[in-house]
């Protein structure tokens, strides 16, 4: 039986790619200090399974990888500081925390003695800085070169952190494999995320209006189990070792007003929005290639967004609007 370690396992990308590996009976074990993640029944159901194990650990403190084996065939490196009011509002944290976990995590990882593949999640962020200084070409590929910006911009302090994480994994010796995520979205992702906020706002309307931000901003969506099923067929693959891949759906780049009409249209009709703009230089648009992806493995059809923002509002409907008493009027 192979053996995967997920850090940040409790977390959204690693609940379902904990759910993928134990339908291919792997054992898992998932990491996580739960200072995002939650223990909620969905995590509750996957670590009943005699295979799964749940670690509850801050991997911040070298002294607690003791707490993890040595017998990993996997190892997934999800957890960091995410989420742009984190960043904005801890941005050394940011910079040192992401750069401690995962150093901690690749010495942990030269302790394995059937290691076949570190895989560490970067992020979309990291092309942030080109576009908003040069311009980049979209669906943007992996090899496009990358710019941290003007280093005073607190919200450049996650994309750094994982531009720099990016050069440690490729300089550690380890096989690797870099993912870089681009809008993952789906139930159980939390409230600090477009779908689900403008979701709860059509719940919340008094008054026939939702405030939704940077309406033309346009971003390319992708299904939490299609990002899954893509990030599981490349790591099973030998021409993934020691590369770097996006993944996300390029065929469905829409705006956020786009969203925010599927959603009017699941959730209530009658809603109007209430166009506003943020001030947190956020990236005006964001669309992977996946030519390098398709290379290498086969793309199944994509969700739909939607059935995708069905399937979201069904959940957070269900688990957490019915549960603080908010209802569609």
Do not use: Q, W
């Given at each position: 039986m192979k053996k995967v370690l997920i850090t940040g396992g409790a977390g959204f990308i690693g609940y379902f790619l904990a759910k993928k590996m134990l339908d291919l009976n792997y054992e898992i074990h998932l990491a996580d200090n739960f200072s995002r993640g939650v223990k909620d029944k969905a995590l509750l159901e996957i670590i009943k399974y005699d295979q799964v194990k749940l670690i509850n650990t801050n991997i911040l403190d070298i002294q607690n990888l003791d707490n993890l084996d040595n017998d990993f065939h996997y190892i997934f490196h999800l957890a960091a500081i995410v989420g742009v009011k984190n960043v904005l509002n801890a941005p050394f944290d940011v910079l040192r925390n992401n750069n401690l976990l995962l150093n901690n995590m690749i010495d942990k990882a030269k302790q394995q003695k059937n290691l076949r593949r570190f895989i560490f999640a970067s992020t979309s962020e990291v092309y942030a800085g080109t576009l908003k200084d040069f311009g980049i070409k979209f669906p943007t590929p992996e090899d496009t070169p990358l710019s941290v910006g003007f280093k005073h911009d607190q919200r450049n302090t996650y994309m750094i952190s994982k531009i720099y994480g990016e050069y440690l994994?490729?300089?550690?010796?380890?096989?690797?494999?870099?993912?870089?995520?681009?809008?993952?979205?789906?139930?159980?992702?939390?409230?600090?995320h477009v779908i689900p906020e403008i979701l709860k706002k059509a719940y919340e309307s008094v008054n026939g209006l939702i405030d939704v931000y940077n309406v033309d901003h346009k971003r390319a969506f992708c299904y939490i189990t299609d990002?899954?099923?893509?990030?599981?067929?490349?790591?099973?693959?030998?021409?993934?070792?020691?590369?770097?891949f996006n993944i996300g759906n390029e065929l469905d780049e829409?705006?956020?007003?786009?969203?925010?009409?599927?959603?009017?249209?699941?959730?209530?009709?009658k809603l109007e929005v209430n166009?506003?703009?943020?001030?947190?230089?956020?990236?005006?648009?964001?669309?992977?290639?996946?030519?390098?992806?398709?290379?290498?493995?086969n793309i199944r059809k994509p969700t739909s967004l939607q059935n995708g923002i069905a399937n979201c509002n069904k959940w957070y409907y269900e688990n957490v609007f019915k549960e603080e008493g908010i209802s569609a009027l």
């Open positions: 994994c490729t300089h550690s010796g380890l096989p690797y494999t870099i993912i870089r995520p681009h809008n993952f979205y789906g139930p159980r992702m939390g409230l600090s990002a899954i099923d893509i990030i599981y067929d490349i790591i099973e693959s030998e021409n993934s070792l020691n590369e770097i829409v705006s956020i007003m786009d969203i925010a009409s599927i959603v009017i249209n699941i959730v209530n009709n166009s506003l703009i943020d001030s947190n230089n956020s990236p005006t648009r964001r669309c992977p290639s996946m030519n390098k992806v398709s290379k290498i493995i």
